[in-house]
């Protein structure tokens, strides 16, 4: 990851706090993500699920590249 960096190009540390959200879906994105609107914030994720998530994206070796789907994976409404 490359780091941030303030104003006078010092490196600082990002916060990075993730929720849980409900929303209707009203389509998919190019990479068959979940578009939603009318969204509501149901949870914040926790500091050990942020890290990880950022444990496994840097165990990743190859790049993240396109993720196309033939067939879009189901999306349960209304759960």
Do not use: F, N, Q
């Amino acid at each position: 990851m490359t780091p941030a960096l303030d104003e006078r190009g010092r490196s600082v540390r990002l916060v990075v706090r993730g929720e849980a959200a409900a929303g209707r879906l009203v389509g998919r994105g190019p990479d068959s993500e979940p578009l939603v609107a009318e969204v509501h914030p149901l949870a914040w994720l926790s500091a050990v699920v942020i890290a990880e998530a950022e444990t496994d994206v840097t165990r990743k070796h190859d790049g993240w590249g396109t993720l196309r789907r033939a067939t879009p994976p189901a999306v349960h409404e209304g759960s």
